[in-house]
């Protein structure tokens, strides 16, 4: 028999950063703590961001306090989740350390065996025109060969003068750059604005135009000479069959999966299945979690052996993170098994 209890912490970031909704200084996430008759204890990350996890945020510490109440009928609690997609995965991810003695070793891959790397993208947040710049030369001076720019808040011209700025010192041999506009461009611009972004050897865009646009963003994807991932478009999307309906419509060049929005491991896995059917390339990134839910996405993405890098550098934003095994050197995230857990926070009170 399982017992479960839920905490609330809210992580503060070292700067505030800057994306198309706003600038962030503090996220809120809730720990799913479950504890088995030989006292282990199996912990999940219920990770939101506001204004973009699907989660009905009015109703979700309630949730939280009936998976908690009903924990022992786990099959009927993840059948019954599509719409907190962010619990789904905590508990999911709860689940699976409580069945591994509270190890955090949650899938078997080289990851932790034998810290094998995982290759990441440096994620470059959005302001003014110097404080990009200043972002990029340190990931280079790091030795990250690819770059994610935040673009869409900022004046258009000003972001072209930065892309300019990196590729007059930097080829696309040397530095692959992704953007992610988060929606930002409206469907009547978004070619031109794609078409003049193209000139800069980008590798892709995510999500040029707000999700649930399904012509426009179709013949985007048609047209648009800038391979185009899906990300916010995935959100909300619970079925298989949906899931294979849209891509099919749409037909995007990459998807991008944060297990927290789009239905934790299950429904990653059937984003896979379906992109796989289409022969649709995918890659992975976290959602702003804590450490808990970065090792849970670190490990769950390194079963996949997928080469292309993925989004998962978010685990030195905080001040107030989670001490782990996880560990970036460069563009390279490994799990240093000699390093212990800290999870002080944890302990009942």
Known sequence: MLKARYIKHTLQFKQASGTSRGVLKTKDSW?????????????????IIEGLSPDNLEEYESKLQFVCENINQREELLNGLSKFPSIQFGLETAL?????????????????????????????????????????????????????LKIGAIDFEEELNILKSIRAEYSHDVLEL???????????????????????????IEQPIKQGQFKEMAKLCELSPLPIA????????????????????????????????????????EWIEAAGELSIPWWITSALESNIGLNAISQYTAKFNNPLPQGLGTGQLYTNNIDCPLALSGDQLTYNQEVKWDLSLFEEQ
Not at 32 to 44: H, P, R, T
Not at 113 to 140: H, V, Y
Request: proline fraction near 3%.
């Open 96 to 148: 699976l350390d409580i069945q591994a003695s509270g190890s955090k070793n949650l899938f078997r891959s080289h990851f932790v065996r034998s810290n094998s790397p995982i290759k990441i993208n440096g994620l470059i947040w959005m302001g003014n025109k110097d404080f990009m710049l200043e972002q990029i030369k340190t990931k280079i001076e790091l030795g990250f060969s690819c770059l994610k």
């Open 178 to 204: 992704r953007v992610d506009a988060n929606g930002a461009f409206e469907p009547e611009k978004a070619l031109d604005k794609l078409n003049i972004l193209s000139e800069f050897d980008l590798h892709s």
């Open 31 to 47: 720990f799913l703590i479950l504890c088995d008759n030989e006292n282990s204890q199996g912990i999940g990350e219920c990770s």
């Open 230 to 269: 899906l990300d916010e478009e995935l959100i909300g999307v619970t079925t298989l069959a949906d899931k294979q309906l849209l891509l099919e419509k749409i037909q995007p060049h990459y998807i991008i999966l944060k297990p927290s929005l789009i239905g934790g491991i299950k429904g990653s896995n």
